[in-house]
T-cell receptor, first 117, second 118 residues
Framework: AQTVTQSQPEMSVQEAETVTLSCTYD???????LFWYKQPPSRQMILVIR??????QNATENRFSVNFQKAAKSFSLKISDSQLGDTAMYFC??????????????FGKGTKLSVIP | GAGVSQTPSNKVTEKGKYVELRCDPI?????LYWYRQSLGQGPEFLIY????????DSGLPNDRFFAVRPEGSVSTLKIQRTERGDSAVYLC????????????????FGAGSRLTVL
């Protein structure tokens, strides 16, 4: 079974500062993808960033970057220059591709991030 | 449409009633997914459609839950004899194709339907 663990239920950061959200996962698959989704109060899940497991280079998207440690099965999200609009729930998610294909995203329980003015 | 549309946005019903939740995916997306998100939890997989057929319904909790996608576009999640434990946000997502070994098919989510069973 695949699991995703987010050990920080809540975090806060001052506006313009940097914050890192933690995520670990467990899988026996070798071909998989990792994602961070943002869920504001509007409930809509918005993709923040994704990482292919076979790529060693960490993904970046503007102020968002990841630290992907494959051996440690760790996938943390760093948000630089935090903005008030970053306030949301953040979910780490995982999908593995086996020979039969795959279609199930497995999510962690989420981290509630509050950006303080 | 431009995004994934879910209706109703909110539904309040009484225990034992029948409920239908609708999902209108992005036009042309062959894969459609239903997830359930309970309070304080991450979304949990319910069912996946590839075209008109349910390719994986292993996440449906019991036989009170059923979903259809008769024409390969709009999908309806049906819950019979609702229970208080069914209260949750039901999220729908779609992607261009369901499976790929060459690239991740990024799911686009709707805003969800919040179901409250009294």
């Amino acid at each position: 079974a695949q699991t995703v663990t987010q050990s920080q239920p809540e975090m806060s950061v001052q506006e313009a500062e940097t914050v890192t959200l933690s995520c670990t996962y467990d899988t026996s698959e070798s071909n998989y993808y990792l994602f961070w989704y943002k869920q504001p109060p509007s409930r809509q899940m918005i993709l923040v960033i994704r990482q292919e497991a076979y790529k060693q280079q960490n993904a970046t998207e503007n102020r968002f970057s990841v630290n992907f440690q494959k051996a440690a099965k760790s996938f943390s999200l760093k948000i630089s220059d935090s903005q008030l609009g970053d306030t949301a729930m953040y979910f780490c998610a995982f999908i593995a591709y086996s020979g039969a294909g795959s279609y199930q995203l497995t999510f962690g329980k989420g981290t509630k991030l509050s950006v303080i003015p | 449409g431009a995004g994934v549309s879910q209706t109703p946005s909110n539904k309040v019903t009484e225990k034992g009633k029948y409920v239908e939740l609708r999902c209108d995916p992005i036009s042309g997306h062959t894969a459609l997914y239903w997830y359930r998100q309970s309070l304080g939890q991450g979304p949990e997989f319910l069912i996946y459609f590839q075209g008109t057929g349910a390719a994986d319904d292993s996440g449906l909790p019991n036989d009170r839950f059923f979903a259809v996608r008769p024409e390969g576009s709009v999908s309806t999640l049906k819950i019979q004899r609702t229970e208080r434990g069914d209260s949750a946000v039901y999220l729908c997502a779609s992607s261009p194709t369901g499976t790929s070994s060459s690239g991740a098919n990024v799911l686009t989510f709707g805003a969800g339907s919040r179901l409250t069973v009294l």
